[in-house]
């Protein structure tokens, strides 16, 4: 199939679908559970309790530095997984397709799902494929639905519930590089150095995380709408506050230079590869730590703490000594960042 | 937002978004564990083992007689779960919009899918919201990603390893009907007793059949590719063969009258709401009448058997008293059906 190009036929369920399940999913996806190839997958299941997430992927474009369409699927659906104190085991994995795309597009974008499902120890178990006509979407659509374990002991971390004033707030790394990539390579801009998505399967770093510190109170990925977004929200309807410390945030000067010129704030800036993380103040030195021994961890920074003023409420202390409000994203800042 | 319509906002993962979650997805879909509004839903299990499926709606259009894309996305899902003998529990759903879909649009396809989750005792637990440029999809796609928990001695009807010659194939009505009911929603066809879509969730129809029987081998829904792929795909790679009898297969007479005109065989013609059910010959004619009793299987009948010749190959005598094979679909029929 290797030069061919998506027929509508290909979304028929029938000898045509066989054909492309057969030689570019089942072919990389293959695990004992897909390889039934029955529409439902039956999963043994060692909890009480699972965790579900689902995130359709619109990216635009589908290949960018650091990754593709494909990784950003499975890392980011194994991250919300992960994120949740859950320990991520199985995905979906569901396309919809414009014909007349490259098959050898999607062999590639295959090909990464199935190296970082690889990597991140999950199975994709079941799958659909849809084709629609040429102009009725753009390119490929991924959706991603993941199914994890949780111990009791960890459901508190999805929420928040236990965050107390005093609890440290850690990013596991540099804000910014995933909206600035996708921005460069939609513009087809000339940088000198190119920035590169953070996309990362995170799951290894938070457990490292949740192995040496029983006082991790809260986990979140910062996607769409940034770190602004999480930090805002998980304030939202509390009766804390958060202060971050501006100069402490970690932002690579390429990625700093492209949003002054372009004119965004690095904190409404999607990553694919950061969580922002809170943590008992006694722990706080021990987790960053062990944090930073990981690659995906290695510029991690405590970036502020929970405080007990201005309940609902989080304020940015800036370089030059002002203050700000963070509030969530109003209106769109880069549509198809994921 | 009644009269407003989706703008890229809506999908940025900031204020927009959290409004149209709030004002349109949390008011019907409303539950315990979606209400806590965290990205993974922890859902409590009590099995061993889950059934998972995924499924992508791009049908064409989106409202159509009997239905729209939204009852049809939980419908279709929690059948995938039913037919693999498990009980459905817990939906995601994930949206694609195009900027510019009316909300009030929406709004109606999040009721039907709220309305039908409701009949069908299952829970939509988690979410995702996608918004894409004008002209980068088509209205309204949708992904349902259901989990079902399964017993150990169910586990054989998913892939039907327990089949052997001498077993009676069923099917719960007539067949054609969705097919036939989007061909002419899509054209404006003005026909004079219009054709309304099977579109429906069968998991209580199946579960009062294996309570009756414990000898159901395999349930499979015959959506895209109709009765003749499921048909032709379970034989494919097994000892045994079908055969089935044209004049037993209910077909409405408006559908048969469409297939005609438009040249459609109603066996490729694909159902919303029908499946093939494989029994024991022993229970077969009490299975039937227990389907008979439920509106979903009024119209049911025993269409055919498992034979010990013709191995890997469905035979269909015909009306006129001839034979043909019954193969998979080639090429695609009807794109966008589902």
Chains 1, 2 share one sequence.
């Not at 689902?54 to 699927?73: E, H, Q, W």
């Not at 992960?82 to 320990?87: E, R």
């Not at 795309?101 to 994709?124: N, R, S």
């Not at 949780?150 to 910014?176: A, Q, T, V, W």
Request: aromatic share 6%; charged share 25%; glycine share 10%.
């Amino acid at each position: 199939m290797k030069n061919e190009k998506i027929l509508l036929g290909h979304g028929s369920g029938g000898k045509l679908s066989h054909t492309l399940i057969q030689e570019v999913f089942v072919k990389y996806f293959s695990n004992t559970i897909l390889d039934n190839q029955t529409d439902a997958a039956v999963l043994d299941i060692d909890s009480k309790s699972i965790s579900l997430t689902t995130d359709s992927f619109v990216v635009d474009p589908v290949f960018f530095p650091g990754g593709n369409i494909g990784k950003l699927a499975v890392c980011g659906t194994v991250n919300d997984i992960a994120v949740s104190g859950a320990k991520p085991l199985y995905l979906s994995s569901a396309f919809i397709i414009e014909e007349g795309f490259p098959v050898e597009d999607l062999t590639e974008i295959v090909k990464a799902m199935a190296e970082e499902a690889k990597k991140a120890g999950v199975k994709i178990v079941t799958g659909d494929t849809k084709v629609v006509d040429k102009g009725k979407c753009d390119k490929i659509f991924i959706n991603t639905t993941g199914v994890g374990t949780i111990d009791e002991s960890r459901k508190h971390i999805g929420s928040g519930s236990k965050i107390e004033p005093g609890d440290k707030i850690i990013i596991n790394g540099n804000i910014g590089d995933h909206g600035m990539a996708i921005m460069s390579a939609r513009n087809d801009l000339k940088i000198s150095a190119p920035i590169v998505s953070d996309c990362a399967c995170l799951h290894n770093l938070i457990a490292s995380a949740l192995n040496v510190s029983d006082s991790v109170k809260f986990i979140r990925d910062a996607t769409r709408g940034g770190l602004a977004t999480v930090v805002s929200e998980l304030v939202s309807t509390k009766k804390f506050g958060i202060n971050i410390d501006e100069d402490k945030v970690p932002v690579l000067d390429s990625v700093r230079g492209m949003c002054e010129l372009l004119g965004f704030d690095p904190f409404y800036v999607a990553n694919e590869g950061k969580f922002v993380m809170v943590v008992g103040k006694d722990d706080a030195e021990k987790v960053l730590a062990e944090l930073k021994k990981n690659e995906f961890g290695k510029n991690a920074a405590i970036i502020g703490e929970v405080v007990a003023e201005h309940p609902g409420k989080s304020i940015v202390k800036t370089g030059i000594g002002g203050t700000r409000i963070l509030d969530m994203l109003s209106g769109e800042q880069l549509p198809r960042i994921c």
